[in-house]
């Protein structure tokens, strides 16, 4: 009697152990499964008013985040559904889940990774100076301590800013800060060369107004711009990570780069 017992007693923790292993793996893979705002749906945070990364032309969206989000969001088998929103809330929509990921030319930062899951990078953003044709006092970034320099909140061309000592006049648009260094309000703006350049491309006859010159790496390293997803939705951020390997490699993203940059900046 007693061997019976204590063989129905071993097979009874056999089964206990497996459906408590078995639990364990359903929790493990609702933990690993990905979140979406709305089902089938990729839901994305950007700006809409910085030319070229997302703006509107026409009434449509435009820009190469538009046009890479929709990529990805075909590659994952998703539609794409956009939310444009001030840069100052981006961030915090991620956290509250207000959209599943923000395309919007965010810098990966040591600080926004232990809050926030980053894609791989898609662009490798250098640094451009812009002062008026007329300022001779600004010859590199060294000259802009104590300078009024225009700069987005929050920003990687902020944190340059402050780094050489200038004083941030706070400007979220690009054009507007244009307008503030042509109107003598600002002594100089910092922003991405591809910005610029875009700009250029839009507006040839700015060449007149302004001075630019590249930040050499070795003063302002080199942005590494990458998709920004909610720090517990791991998954889809090695879905969208999937899909950008899969639009690298078959030459969309130098594609789209070259179309709205007139150059590849997907490279390191």
Do not use: H
């Not at 990529?71 to 929103?85: E, H, I, N, Q, W």
């Not at 509250?96 to 894609?119: A, G, I, L």
């Amino acid at each position: 009697m007693k061997k019976w017992l204590k063989i129905f007693g071993v097979a009874a923790l056999g089964i206990l152990l497996a459906v408590t292993l078995t639990a364990c793996g359903k929790s493990s893979s609702s933990n690993d499964s990905v979140q979406l705002k709305t089902k089938g749906t990729l839901t994305v945070g950007l700006e809409g008013t910085y030319a070229p990364y997302s703006y509107r032309e026409d009434g449509k969206l435009k820009g190469f985040e538009v046009d890479l989000a929709r990529d990805v969001a075909k590659k994952l088998g998703y539609k794409v559904k956009f939310v444009p929103t001030k840069w100052d809330s981006l961030i915090a929509g991620v956290s509250s889940k207000k959209f599943d990921v923000v395309f919007n030319d965010v810098t990966v930062t040591p600080e926004r990774s232990k809050k926030f899951s980053f894609t791989d990078p898609y662009i490798y953003s250098r640094e451009v100076l812009v002062t008026a044709k007329s300022n001779t006092d600004i010859k590199s970034i060294d000259d802009i301590k104590d300078k009024k320099i225009a700069a987005g909140v929050g920003t990687n061309n902020e944190d340059a800013a402050k780094k050489y000592g200038a004083k941030v006049v706070s400007s979220s648009e690009f054009t507007n800060s244009l307008d503030l260094v042509k109107q003598g309000r600002v002594d100089g703006t910092l922003n991405a060369r591809e910005a610029y350049l875009s700009y250029l491309k839009d507006n040839p006859s700015a060449a007149n107004d302004f001075n630019y010159q590249v930040v050499p790496t070795n003063k302002v390293k080199a942005a590494k711009i990458g998709g920004l997803v909610n720090k517990n939705n791991t998954a889809l951020t090695k879905k969208i990570n999937k899909a950008l390997k899969e639009l690298k490699d078959d030459g969309t993203l130098k594609k789209l780069s070259e179309k709205y940059f007139t150059a590849d900046i997907t490279e390191k």
